[in-house]
């Protein structure tokens, strides 16, 4: 029988946060494409990066797998695909 006042209690309280964030995360957004134009950085190249996957160049790849160009074979690339899939 209690159970469902502290439900609804808790219910409120979820939907609350989620009308605060609806709200927040917008304005936040908004901020920071205007911080990037003060900074002289165009608005849509500020956004084009926004949730994509960015690719690393083969050196720095090498760098951190700390391996030199030569080391690479055939065996390495198909072992490393293996890995990452």
């Known amino acids: 029988m209690a159970i469902g006042p502290i439900a609804r209690v808790v219910v409120q309280a979820a939907v609350m946060g989620i009308a605060i964030l609806a709200k927040a995360i917008p304005r936040a957004y908004g ?4 911080n990037a134009r ?5 608005a849509s190249k500020a956004s084009e990066g926004f949730m994509t996957r960015k690719k690393m160049d083969m050196d720095e ?3 951190v797998m700390n391996i030199e ?14 890995s990452v899939s």
């Open 31 to 34: 901020a920071a494409l205007n």
């Open 61 to 63: 790849a090498m760098m």
């Open 38 to 42: 003060k900074g002289g950085v165009d």
């Open 69 to 82: 160009k030569k080391a690479i074979t055939p065996e390495l690339i198909q072992k490393v695909r293996k």
